[in-house]
């Protein structure tokens, strides 16, 4: 069977879960909708890298973060090559000159450490959210990786009947599925490579 679109995995929750039962066939999109939030926990690969800019206006020093942000993978400026992460209550503990090298995060919010005169423009990459396949029948990930999608939603099905058994066995799979997708990845990021010494 292929798993390529939206309904293409309704239809296999649907045939792997093997019930007949009108209550669990009609949860299986519940079920789906439970996994992406399971996998988007879990799965940060580089076919899941966005590219932006974000421009903090002169005079305060937040601006929001993208509706499809995950977590960030760089931050930098024309001016600061590398923005790294500080905590909240830290960054608030700078001195009024702040620090132009670090930013944390808050209520969807990324705060910069420091208040620009100018607006300020971050180059970020960030890992994206692969979008609901409820809106837009597929993605990325469901092309890269089915498996993941169709053990995430079954492992959500077997936590609605609670059948421990089938809960180990796909949590298992699951862990399996996304484990070969980080290794494939790792694999192609450094495929052709060659091997460095450290001095």
């Given at each position: 069977?292929?798993?390529?679109?939206?309904?293409?995995?309704?239809?296999?929750?649907?045939?792997?879960?093997?019930?007949?039962?009108?209550?669990?066939?009609?949860?299986?999109?519940?079920?789906?909708?439970?996994?992406?939030?399971?996998i988007?926990?879990?799965?940060?690969?580089?076919?899941?890298?966005?590219?932006?800019?974000?421009?903090?206006?002169?005079?305060?020093?937040?601006?929001?973060?993208?509706?499809?942000?995950?977590?960030?993978?760089r931050?930098?400026?024309?001016?600061?090559p590398?923005?790294?992460?500080?905590?909240?209550?830290?960054l608030?503990?700078?001195a009024?000159?702040?620090?132009?090298?670090a930013?944390?995060?808050?209520g969807?919010?990324?705060?910069?450490?420091q208040?620009p005169?100018?607006?300020?423009?971050?180059?970020?990459?960030?890992?994206?959210?692969p979008?609901?396949?409820?809106?837009?029948?597929?993605?990325?990930?469901?092309?890269?990786?089915?498996?993941v999608?169709?053990?995430?939603?079954?492992?959500e099905?077997?936590?609605?009947?609670?059948?421990?058994?089938?809960?180990a066995?796909?949590?298992?799979?699951?862990?399996?599925?996304?484990?070969?997708?980080?290794?494939?990845?790792?694999?192609?990021?450094?495929?052709?490579?060659?091997?460095?010494?450290?001095?």
């Open positions: 069977m292929t798993i390529s679109n939206y309904t293409d995995l309704q239809t296999a929750v649907s045939a792997w879960a093997a019930r007949g039962d009108s209550t669990v066939v009609g949860r299986v999109p519940d079920f789906i909708r439970l996994a992406e939030e399971r988007w926990q879990r799965v940060r690969v580089s076919w899941g890298i966005a590219s932006d800019t974000l421009t903090i206006v002169a005079g305060q020093n937040w601006v929001a973060l993208p509706d499809d942000w995950l977590a960030f993978k931050i930098r400026s024309a001016t600061e590398r923005i790294e992460y500080m905590a909240p209550d830290a608030e503990d700078l009024p000159c702040g620090n132009p090298r930013y944390s995060l808050e969807g919010r990324l705060l910069y450490g208040t005169s100018a607006d300020l423009v971050l180059d970020v990459k960030y890992y994206q959210h979008g609901l396949l409820e809106i837009a029948p597929t993605n990325w990930l469901l092309t890269r990786a089915p498996s999608y169709l053990y995430a939603s079954l492992l099905a077997a936590i609605f009947v609670k059948n421990p058994d089938k809960v066995e796909f949590g298992s799979l699951l862990d399996k599925a996304i484990n070969g997708l980080k290794g494939a990845d790792e694999a192609a990021q450094i495929s052709g490579s060659r091997l460095r010494m450290q001095r």
